[in-house]
């Protein structure tokens, strides 16, 4: 760290004992990326040192850019600055950056207040932005539907969701479908959560080796998408034309809203017919969205 670095890191810290005030001009703490070249091995890692804000949240998103370049990622520059940047909500709080599935999944974690509302988070003009933050991001809600957009547009995902204990967890993906590495582990704890759930309703104690709280990692989707899960849960196994019919959606609309609920592992094809259908998580989710109505 240098000279101007150590000196500002000094008036800041005295400047916070003094007014119990967060100076949001110098980030006085180690984020952290972590390279998963498989999940059978720790990651490699690295290290981004305290430094001014603008420095700290530049350094964080292009090493995150570069190593996930390196993997044969193609996530482009600009979407991983604008996740970065979220990291001022949090105070930069345990930032941890993981880079998995070749580059093209990135990670981004802390241990801040969390996000309020999930949904809200994603719309434009919704924002928690405080004044002093706005000398180093927009402040205005208009990163993460920015970065919701290009991914709906490459047929990638978003997923957004709460850390464990405090913060939020937000995962940028274009890996392709049967290519993400966790896959198999999610699906494992989801299938853990069913059946702890069940024991639960049937009054049985849970196996110890599951999770104690049933839950549903739910994926960002557009209206459009949740509307054709309701209307899959509602009237089962559909084809495009009329899926297409039953929400007045044309065909090649449908068609691609389709493709991208299958790569979400939401809807799949049953053996012997061109219909799709609800897989058991794809059920989950559209039954959560109608709870939520």
């Known amino acids: 760290m240098n000279d101007f670095a150590n ?16 100076d949001y001009d110098f980030v006085d703490a180690v984020a952290r990326i972590a390279v998963y070249d498989n999940l059978r091995s720790a990651p490699r890692m ?3 040192k305290p430094a001014p804000t603008n420095e700290y949240i530049t350094d964080i998103a292009s090493q995150t850019y570069t190593l996930a370049r390196q993997l044969g990622g ?5 979407v991983i600055q604008e996740v970065s940047e979220n990291f001022i909500h949090a105070r930069f709080t345990e930032a941890v950056v993981s880079i998995l599935d070749n580059g093209n999944t990135i990670r981004f974690a802390d241990q801040g207040p969390g996000i309020a509302s999930i949904e809200k988070a994603q719309l434009p003009g919704f924002s928690s932005a405080k004044e ?26 978003v997923l957004i969701e709460d850390n464990i204990g405090a913060g939020a967890v937000v995962t940028i993906s274009l890996a392709k479908e049967g290519e993400s590495q966790e896959s198999p582990l999610r699906a494992a704890v989801q299938r853990d959560s ?21 839950s549903v990692i739910m994926p960002v989707l557009n209206e459009k998408e949740e509307l054709f899960l309701q209307q899959f ?15 007045d959606t044309p065909n090649s609309s449908t068609h691609k809203t389709m493709a991208k609920l299958t790569e979400l592992k939401l809807i799949e094809q049953p053996k012997g017919t061109k219909k799709r259908a609800l897989t058991e998580y794809g059920r989950d989710v559209a039954k959560r969205l109608q709870e939520k109505e």
């Open 233 to 247: 849960l509602v009237e089962g196994p559909l084809g495009v034309t009329e899926m297409s019919a039953y929400t």
């Open 74 to 78: 193609s996530i482009p520059f600009s």
């Open 194 to 214: 069913k059946a702890s759930g069940n024991a639960a309703a049937n009054g049985q104690q849970a196996p110890e080796n599951t999770v104690e709280e049933p």
């Open 132 to 157: 002093p933050m706005k000398k180093y991001i927009r402040g205005v809600g208009s990163g993460l539907p920015i970065v919701k957009e290009y991914f709906e547009g490459e047929h990638g995902t």
């Open 46 to 48: 690295i290290e981004i």
């Open 7 to 22: 000196d500002h890191r000094e008036d800041a810290f005295d400047r916070a004992v003094k007014t119990g005030e967060y």
